[in-house]
């Protein structure tokens, strides 16, 4: 079994239920605004590199 999802699916999944690249990154800026430490920790999650983390975060 898997243990972490993807970016991709992720995407996907923000896709599916009709968000778009304006409505995910709303949802990013929101989660960093509310909480920035778990934003980060779902970044590393996903397997991001740092450099991808720190772009997304700074956004």
Do not use: Y
């Amino acid at each position: 079994m898997k243990h972490k999802v993807t970016v991709d699916e992720w995407v996907k999944r923000f896709r599916a239920i009709g968000l778009d690249e304006a409505a995910m990154q709303h949802w990013h800026r929101l989660f960093e605004k509310e909480n920035p430490e778990g934003h980060q920790s779902f970044l590393e999650w996903l397997g991001l590199p740092a450099e991808k983390i720190t772009e997304i975060r700074q956004r």
